[in-house]
């Protein structure tokens, strides 16, 4: 069974950075897309980015606009995101996701397995 765990949650000034990890174990982890998606208080889930199982292909949530990085190293079994220019609305449980598909999704119900969330807080 595929597991997931994320780190480098944290508070943040805004306008700082921050980046996130995701490391899995427990499956063929090259093989599969990975997202990640945010939860902030009172609303629901939403995507925020996606890499295809090569890496070269991603997706972005329009609210991104350039300030977010996916990327993957498939020999660490780890995805990253790469938060730059964090307002606080940004502020949010941000949570990583196995696709058991070679292509990147945007919907949550397209992603198998989910960690636990790393929280992310950004101060004004």
């Known amino acids: 069974q595929v597991q997931l765990v994320e780190s480098g949650g944290g508070l943040v000034q805004a306008g700082g950075s921050l980046r996130l990890s995701c490391t899995a174990s427990g499956g063929s982890f090259s093989n599969y897309a990975m997202g990640w998606f945010r939860q902030a208080p009172g609303k629901e889930r939403e995507f925020v980015a996606a890499v295809s199982r090569s890496g070269y292909s991603t997706s972005y949530a329009a609210f991104v606009k350039g300030r977010y990085t996916i990327s993957r190293d498939n020999a660490k079994n780890s995805v990253y995101l790469q938060m730059n220019s964090l307002k606080p609305e940004d502020t949010a449980v941000y949570y990583c996701?196995?696709?058991?598909?070679?292509?990147?999704?945007?919907?949550?119900?397209?992603?198998?397995?989910w960690g636990q969330g790393t929280q992310v807080t950004v101060s004004s």
């Open positions: 996701a196995v696709r058991f598909a070679a292509s990147r999704g945007v919907r949550e119900y397209e992603y198998d397995y």
